[in-house]
């Protein structure tokens, strides 16, 4: 991103950038997938060449991340100013509804390269995200205890969880020692090893949510026993996370 960043800051006319990363729709620090770079230039008066002009040579650098998903808008087209009343904000968006996420998938890469083929249309692109799934977890005491939730169905959840801790590696279920489960499916893909949620472990944010939980449970309950008695996969976790970034060189 800063690479990014700094090629964008050398445009003609450039005066200002400010950078955001994730998009925050809630709790949490939000979707670390996302960014966005706002630039301000001159005013026109300053300058003898148009915006679009420095939108076209943004778009010509952001051309060479070919594994980024990228557009350029003006101000207007975001939300980030006013435009006139006849202005064109040059934005429209198609809704795709479809049977399954591998049709939608497929159906959606097939219109956005019918689409680019189309003269005068830029940034042809789609929401569809096909990563892995991630969670945002916290108790909030007084809704547990307005719906009912007694504080022995989060240890229930907690000893359940720490039961099925991965202790081997496996590819295909994207299991590692220490990492805690994600989804647990009984269906009959599943019982064919078909597919891989016998339990599937493929989340970013499972294994420290887990954590997390444990450590509001103790805060919002007393029980010190049970923390204590799940204190070996709290500290099998560690040791993964300890591993990993020395394998990365980072410790």
Same mark, same amino acid.
């Given at each position: @991103?800063?690479? !990014?960043?700094?090629?964008?800051?050398?445009?003609?006319?450039?005066?200002?950038?400010?950078?955001? %990363?994730?998009?925050?729709?809630?709790? *949490?620090?939000?979707?670390?997938?996302? &960014?966005?770079?706002?630039?301000?230039?001159?005013?026109?008066?300053?300058?003898?060449?148009?915006?679009?002009?420095? @939108?076209?040579?943004?778009?010509? !650098?952001?051309?060479?991340?070919?594994?980024?998903?990228?557009?350029?808008?003006?101000?207007?087209? !975001?939300?980030?100013?006013?435009?006139?009343? +006849?202005?064109?904000?040059? +934005?429209?968006?198609?809704?795709?509804?479809?049977?399954? %996420?591998?049709?939608?998938?497929?159906?959606?890469?097939?219109?956005?390269?019918? $689409?680019?083929?189309?003269?005068?249309?830029?940034?042809?692109?789609?929401?569809?995200?096909?990563?892995?799934? #991630?969670?945002?977890? /916290?108790?909030?005491?007084?809704?547990?205890?307005?719906?009912?939730?007694?504080?022995?169905?989060?240890?229930?959840?907690?000893?359940?969880?720490? /039961?099925?801790?991965?202790?081997?590696?496996?590819?295909?279920?994207?299991? #590692?020692?220490?990492?805690?489960?994600? #989804?647990?499916?009984? *269906?009959? $893909?599943?019982?064919?090893?078909?597919?891989?949620?016998?339990?599937?472990?493929?989340?970013?944010?499972?294994?420290?949510?887990? $954590?997390?939980?444990?450590? #509001?449970?103790?805060?919002?309950?007393?029980?010190?026993? $049970?923390?204590? /008695?799940?204190?070996?996969?709290?500290?099998?976790?560690? %040791?993964?996370?300890?591993?990993?970034?020395?394998? &990365? *060189?980072?410790?």
């Amino acid at each position: @991103m800063n690479e !990014i960043e700094q090629r964008l800051a050398k445009l003609p006319g450039v005066q200002q950038r400010f950078t955001t %990363i994730g998009k925050k729709t809630g709790r *949490g620090q939000g979707d670390v997938t996302r &960014a966005s770079v706002y630039l301000r230039i001159k005013d026109l008066g300053e300058r003898s060449y148009s915006q679009f002009d420095v @939108m076209k040579r943004a778009r010509s !650098i952001l051309k060479d991340y070919p594994d980024l998903r990228t557009a350029v808008n003006d101000v207007s087209a !975001i939300g980030g100013g006013r435009s006139s009343e +006849n202005s064109d904000t040059r +934005n429209f968006n198609l809704l795709l509804k479809g049977p399954g %996420i591998a049709k939608l998938a497929e159906c959606s890469e097939t219109l956005k390269q019918r $689409l680019s083929q189309i003269p005068g249309l830029l940034d042809v692109d789609s929401t569809l995200s096909l990563r892995k799934p #991630e969670l945002q977890v /916290a108790i909030d005491r007084d809704r547990a205890s307005d719906l009912g939730i007694p504080v022995e169905t989060i240890a229930t959840t907690l000893r359940v969880l720490a /039961a099925r801790q991965a202790e081997v590696r496996d590819d295909f279920h994207e299991q #590692e020692p220490g990492k805690i489960l994600h #989804e647990l499916r009984f *269906g009959e $893909l599943t019982a064919r090893g078909e597919r891989p949620h016998s339990p599937y472990y493929g989340s970013a944010d499972a294994t420290p949510l887990f $954590l997390i939980l444990l450590d #509001e449970y103790q805060r919002w309950s007393g029980d010190d026993e $049970l923390v204590r /008695a799940l204190e070996p996969h709290r500290r099998r976790r560690a %040791i993964r996370r300890r591993r990993g970034r020395a394998a &990365a *060189g980072l410790c």
